[in-house]
């Protein structure tokens, strides 16, 4: 299945999108998908069939998002935990991953027509060079547009986010690039693999489980959580529409806690701003790499 579908809301589920959409909608929301295998064994089909269920899930969701005029959505695709599971099962999913990733690349025009800009999360020297490759390939040519943002936390956990994110600051002070009082809480987010994202305003997760499992640790502090208990290929446009209510009906206590939280950044001074174009620039010098070894 494409990343990207038509619309295909039938009149009542166009209705409720129109009302929900009067009242405020998160500008990011992040997922996580999870319930795969358990909807593969309730269905009597290979652990494969469920997550290529799953990510045509994922392309419908998207198409949800849009409808409701959400901008940005992260997933959590594949995480650095799942390298534990069997080879077979991780072959499997970087097999999927590739061919989805292949697919991206060959609707160009329609990413390029909707803007939407692709960014994968994580640390990805844990991946194979085929499919770092063609996450550089998919980053680097959508990385101007602005419309619609789709982040992949793919090879990721928010605790390896941070442990890079203190690497890279303590660097920056080895090098004298920075001053040890420079390393303050808005100088490692702006360290972290989301540091061009604004914090999900509410984070989705599937299957009945109620835990985090390492997932944007740092950023949710302040966002609305809704799990839903209902395996990801099973999850519905009610269920997206259900978080959303919920996230609408907190908003009010939700607003003192973030403005709160951006209060407690301080202003960025010269060396600092310089230190984070430093290191977006290097960021995509490492892509440009990537992009141009031989896979
Ligand atoms: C969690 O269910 C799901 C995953 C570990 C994989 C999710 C991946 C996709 C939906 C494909 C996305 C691909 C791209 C390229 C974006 P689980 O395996 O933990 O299932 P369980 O909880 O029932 O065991
Ligand atoms: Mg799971």
Not at 17 to 34: E, L, N, T, W
Request: with cysteine; hydrophobic share 45%; aromatic share 8%.
């Amino acid at each position: 299945m494409s990343w990207i579908r038509a619309s295909t809301l039938n009149w009542i589920q166009f209705l409720c999108v129109k009302i929900i959409k009067s009242g405020r909608v998160p500008k990011h929301i992040a997922f996580i998908m999870d319930g795969n295998r358990r909807y593969a064994q309730k269905n009597n089909v290979r652990k494969f069939e469920g997550h290529s269920q799953g990510f045509d899930k994922l392309a419908e969701t998207l198409q949800w998002c849009l409808d409701l005029g959400i901008p940005e959505v992260t997933v959590y695709a594949f995480s650095i935990e799942n390298f534990k599971r069997s080879q077979e099962e991780v072959d499997a999913l970087m097999e999927l991953s590739q061919q989805k990733f292949e697919r991206l690349l060959s609707e160009k025009d329609k990413l390029m027509e909707h803007g939407v800009c692709i960014r994968v999360i994580g640390n990805l020297s844990l991946l194979p060079q085929n499919i770092r490759k063609l996450i550089a390939q998919a980053m680097i040519l959508t990385k101007d547009n602005k419309k619609t943002f789709l982040n992949v936390a793919f090879a990721y956990t928010a605790r390896e986010e941070m442990a890079q994110a203190v690497r890279t600051a303590v660097s920056g002070v080895e090098r004298d690039a920075l001053q040890l009082s420079d390393v303050t809480q808005q100088l490692l987010s702006n360290c972290l693999y989301t540091s061009t994202s604004p914090d999900p305003e509410l984070l989705i997760r599937t299957s009945g489980e109620v835990r985090l499992s390492d997932y944007l640790l740092w950023q949710v502090s302040c966002s609305c959580i809704y799990f839903a208990d209902v395996l990801w290929p099973e999850f519905s446009i009610w269920h997206l529409l259900a978080a959303i209510i919920k996230y609408q009906r907190s908003y009010a206590q939700l607003v003192p806690v973030q403005q709160a939280d951006e209060m407690a950044n301080g202003c960025l001074n010269e060396r600092i701003s310089l230190f984070h174009t430093c290191l977006a620039a290097s960021r995509l010098a490492s892509l440009e790499e990537l992009n141009h070894a031989v896979a």
